[in-house]
């Protein structure tokens, strides 16, 4: 697949293997050069990532502010990246959560947001989450992360 897409330039591949196969990611790394390795959302703390950097399964780390122990937990990850020389991308990194920790400069430019699908209705658990506008998410204002939750839903 990786030979196929050349053309194309795509940069990463992300989740190619199930997540408990760290060591089939760091065979298969090489086999893909160029295009990046990009995973982790499943790795809930620095002692997951210690492995996935110690047999070097990944290329792009992407650990989830609210699975992998919030952001004390994420910013150990980080500083553990920042020694190995590994980007960071959040996963759900455009959610409310993964906003404050990249406005206070942790990870790269990039945030994922997970929009849902066209013909399905998404449940608003939040109000005041931020919507991309022409590509890019601004911080919501207001007390803690500025959204409220919508009762309607609890």
């Known amino acids: 697949m990786a030979t196929s897409l050349e053309p194309y330039r795509i940069h990463w591949f992300e ?12 065979m298969l790394r090489s086999r893909v050069k160029p295009i990046l390795l990009a995973g982790g959302e ?5 002692y997951g990532f210690a492995e996935v950097a110690r047999i070097g399964a990944l ?7 609210t ?4 952001f004390t937990a994420a ?12 980007p960071i991308v959040l996963h759900r990194g ?5 906003l404050h920790m990249l406005a206070a400069g942790f990870g790269e430019n990039l945030a994922e947001l997970v ?19 022409d590509g890019r998410l601004m911080l919501p204002e207001g007390p803690g992360f500025g959204v409220d939750v919508n009762e309607a839903m609890l």
Do not use: K, Y
């Open 42 to 46: 499943h790795e809930f703390t620095a």
């Open 115 to 133: 929009m849902g699908r066209r013909d399905a209705q998404r449940d608003l658990i939040w109000h005041g989450e931020p919507e991309p506008v």
């Open 75 to 86: 910013i150990r990850i980080e500083q553990l990246a920042a020694q190995h020389n590994i």
């Open 67 to 70: 699975w992998c122990g919030g």
């Open 94 to 98: 455009g959610e409310v959560w993964g």
């Open 59 to 65: 290329d792009i780390w992407q650990p989830d502010v």
């Open 15 to 26: 989740n190619v293997l199930t997540p408990d196969d760290p060591n089939g990611l760091a």
